[in-house]
């Protein structure tokens, strides 16, 4: 199986709660077509680089996932379908790290 870092933007008037069950809802259909799941991020609402659907910003995620090709194409069809989610992008890379990535370590950096 291949190795895959998905992030998705979802809407900003949405609770961070509501963003929350959806990758859940996103974990638990990944699952149960064979994928793992390793990590999941929330990134936080985060102002983007241009307006996307009229939107100046978006709650951002990220998930690690170890699964088949089919389960990413289901996956990505599913989210243009879905109302919530302005972005997504889905990247195949060779090794998933089970650090911090660099957007929550800089986070965590300014809070110190």
């Known amino acids: ?5 998905h992030v998705v933007i979802t809407r900003p008037d949405i609770s961070p709660a509501q963003v929350e ?3 859940e809802e996103m974990t638990t259909f990944l699952k149960e077509k064979g994928a793992t799941v390793g ?3 929330y990134w936080g609402l985060r102002s ?3 307006p996307i659907k009229k939107q100046r910003k978006g ?4 998930i690690n996932i170890d699964g088949p090709a089919d389960a990413i194409h289901e996956l990505e069809r599913r989210q243009r379908i ?3 989610v302005m972005r997504y992008m889905t ?11 660099p957007v929550l370590s ?6 110190d």
Do not use: C, G, N, Q
């Open 21 to 23: 069950s959806f990758i």
């Open 59 to 62: 709650h951002y995620s990220l």
């Open 91 to 101: 990247v195949r890379v060779e090794t998933l790290s089970d650090e911090p990535s």
């Open 39 to 41: 990590k999941t991020e």
């Open 1 to 5: 199986m291949a190795l895959y870092e």
């Open 82 to 84: 879905a109302e919530d």
């Open 48 to 50: 983007l680089a241009y």
């Open 106 to 111: 800089r986070k965590e950096r300014r809070r």
